[in-house]
């Protein structure tokens, strides 16, 4: 695959997300435009069940999996959005997932990691920095065969992201 992403990416991955990853509202703010003398339009990636719209990058990538690679499960390194995304759609998807994290990551984050993977995703908290993650990350898929779920540089996640 390219690294490079394209319209008909991002359009087959609304097609993909469509009835499985919610929909979040546009609205303006009031306090914003009122700052700028202008209309502040925002985007409602908090009303997301994981708060964030990384949960539409790690649903778009592990959905394209074929039977061989979720039977492999999946890995990935995370500061906290991406994990909890990673963590839903383990869950949604029936796949296993091992997900890294530093030691940094809140106690919150970590706490609704877990809530959202339930029995399908393995929480490592190790290291001291998201460097840390990833390279025990990368260890992990390469000793097992667990595809890698890219945080964010890799077209498959920017596409539904």
């Given at each position: 695959m390219?690294?490079?992403?394209?319209?008909s990416?991002?359009?087959a991955a609304a097609r993909r997300l469509y009835g499985r990853i919610p929909v979040t509202p546009v609205?303006?703010?009031?306090?914003?435009?009122a700052r700028v003398d202008g209309t502040v339009w925002l985007k409602r990636e908090d009303l997301q069940v994981v708060r964030s719209y990384k949960v539409r990058g790690a649903y778009n990538f592990i959905v394209q999996l074929d039977?061989?690679?979720?039977?492999?499960?999946?890995?990935s390194a995370s500061a906290g959005n991406h994990a909890q995304g990673l963590a839903y759609a383990c869950s949604a998807l029936g796949v296993h997932g091992r997900i890294y994290v530093p030691r940094t990551t809140p106690r919150q984050k970590r706490d609704r990691i877990a809530a959202l993977g339930g029995?399908?995703?393995e929480l490592?908290?190790?290291g001291d920095s998201y460097d840390d993650a990833a390279a025990a990350a990368a260890e992990h898929a390469?000793?097992?065969?667990?595809?890698s779920v890219?945080?964010?540089d890799h077209p498959q996640t920017i596409a539904g992201q």
């Open positions: 390219s690294g490079r992403v394209d319209a990416m991002v359009e609205e303006i703010s009031p306090r914003l435009s039977e061989t690679e979720r039977a492999a499960g999946v890995v029995e399908m995703v490592v908290v190790l390469a000793a097992t065969g667990a595809v890219p945080a964010f």
